[in-house]
């Protein structure tokens, strides 16, 4: 039944691993994004994907990497996680580029 | 910076009495959307509203949008302790593609 769904919903992991946050939706959306929480509650786009353009913050490091398998799917690829790391990963997914956002519950990734 | 700045960042009201949050941002938009966080989930739509609207109702929600003055206003009337959460405006800018580009939130308690 769920819309949008993220695992693992918790993510404990020591600096310089590699991680992958999954994310699918079933809303048969073409647009997913992923979006950056962090302590403060501050929400910051990382990435913007519809099956023809990836459009990327350029403020986001290249260490973070989408990977879509398909238009149901946008995993989120981190390599050598840093402690700034440490924050709550959104998936969400809309329907067209400027419509309503439908989001995930969150990934909390803490980086020892 | 932030495109959309939310003020009070805080915000702590009795049940019943009405709760208004501001929104200010610096760009050219599309459209200016509401969002609402509970404690540990996912971001959820409230109202969307064009830049060539100036005043949207859904239920016990109002939403104002000045674009001369780059802000907007949601208003929650007769709040209830289930309104208790972080609201958060966001603004598809013209110049931005489809990204859209969350502010800080105002963090909301209704006390019963």
């Known amino acids: 039944d769920t819309a949008v769904s993220q695992t693992p919903k918790y993510l404990v992991t020591q600096m310089g691993n590699d991680k992958s946050i999954k994310c699918e939706q079933n809303?048969?959306?073409?647009?997913m994004y992923w979006y950056k929480q962090d302590s403060k509650k501050f929400l910051k786009i990382m990435f913007s994907y519809n099956n023809k353009e990836l459009i990327i913050n350029e403020t986001v490091p290249n260490r973070f990497s989408p990977k879509s398998p398909d238009k149901a799917h946008l995993n989120l690829h981190i390599n050598s996680l840093e402690l700034g790391d440490s924050a709550v990963y959104f998936c969400?997914?809309?329907?067209?580029?400027?419509?309503?956002?439908?989001f995930g519950n969150g990934t909390r990734l803490t980086v020892t | 910076s932030q495109q959309g700045e939310e003020d009070p960042q805080a915000l702590s009201i009795q049940e019943g009495e009405n709760a208004t949050m501001n929104c200010s941002y610096k760009t050219s938009i599309n459209n200016l959307q509401w969002y609402r966080q509970n404690s540990g989930r996912g971001l959820v739509h409230l109202i969307l509203?064009?830049?060539?609207?100036r005043e949207k109702h859904s239920g016990r929600l109002r939403v104002t949008l000045d674009t001369s003055k780059k802000s907007s206003s949601l208003l929650i009337t007769a709040s209830r302790a289930a309104d208790t959460a972080s609201y958060f405006c966001a603004t598809h800018d013209n110049n931005a593609g489809n990204m859209l580009t969350f502010g800080g939130g105002t963090r909301l308690m209704v006390k019963p």
């Open positions: 969400a997914s809309s329907h067209g580029g400027l419509s309503t956002l439908h």
């Open positions: 509203i064009r830049s060539n609207e």
């Open positions: 809303l048969g959306h073409d647009t």
